[in-house]
Each structure stands twice: as structure tokens, then as C-alpha cells.
Nanobody
Framework: QVQLVESGGGLVQAGGSLRLSCAASGQTFSTYAMGWFRQAPGREREFVAAISWSGGTTYYADSVKGRFTISRDNAKNTVYLQMNSLKPEDTAVYYC????????????????????WGQGTQVTVSS
């Protein structure tokens, strides 16, 4: 069973930047699309960004478009989320997730598209 481990969260002032990483175990990372979600206290877990297995296609939530960038390094079994121009409303626990099927080329923006999740990393943006 693949495991996902997020890192890179922390406390940052509004307007600042953070880079999240998600390291995956196993040999098949490069065959799965990956996603980032976030969950703020008292709210549903929501989609943030997704990247295809090859890295050639990306999707973003409207709330982060133009500020966040998802990328992956298949040689390192790692997916990244570069977050710039952070706002207090970006405060949440951020989770990475792996697609439930290999080589899918579809828009994967819902929780049910993914079946492996990391433990999450806290991002706090102060005003």
C-alpha cells in the first residue's frame, strides 16, 4: 500500500509563500494523477489542485488560480504545491492524495476521485 507524507507547512504572513511537498512510497507513483486538497476548521475538505500522471495537465480551484502551482518530480516520487500571495483564508490543513486509477486523463477535482491520502500539513496565514 502506497503511503503519502506531506511536509512544508507552517506559519506565514499574508502575502508570503510556502512550498508543500508530498513524498510517495512505492514504485508506481509516476502512473497516477495526484491532487491537493485542504480543510479549514468547520468546513468540508475542498479541492485545491491536481496534476496528471505525466505532469502535462493541471487543474486549479478558482480560489487559488494564479497564486498556487502544482508540479511533480516522478524521479523523486514527489508532488509539490507552491503557494504564493497567501491570504488568511488559505489557512487550513493541506492534504495530498493519489488517484484511484492509473493513467487517467480526466478532471480529478472531487474527493471520491482519490483513494490514498496523506496525514496532512497545517498552513496558517496571519493577517
Amino acid at each position: 500500500q502506497v503511503q503519502l507524507v506531506e511536509s512544508g507547512g507552517g506559519l506565514v504572513q499574508a502575502g508570503g509563500s510556502l512550498r508543500l511537498s508530498c513524498a510517495a512510497s512505492g514504485q508506481t507513483f509516476s502512473t497516477y494523477a495526484m491532487g491537493w486538497f485542504r480543510q479549514a476548521p468547520g468546513r468540508e475538505r475542498e479541492f485545491v489542485a491536481a496534476i496528471s500522471w505525466s505532469g502535462g495537465t493541471t487543474y486549479y480551484a478558482d480560489s487559488v488560480k494564479g497564486r498556487f502551482t502544482i508540479s511533480r518530480d516522478n524521479a523523486k516520487n514527489t508532488v509539490y504545491l507552491q503557494m504564493n500571495s497567501l491570504k488568511p483564508e488559505d489557512t487550513a490543513v493541506y492534504y495530498c492524495a493519489q488517484d484511484r486509477a492509473r493513467y487517467r486523463v480526466v478532471k480529478l477535482t472531487t474527493r471520491t476521485d482519490y483513494d490514498v491520502w496523506g496525514q496532512g500539513t497545517q498552513v496558517t496565514v496571519s493577517s
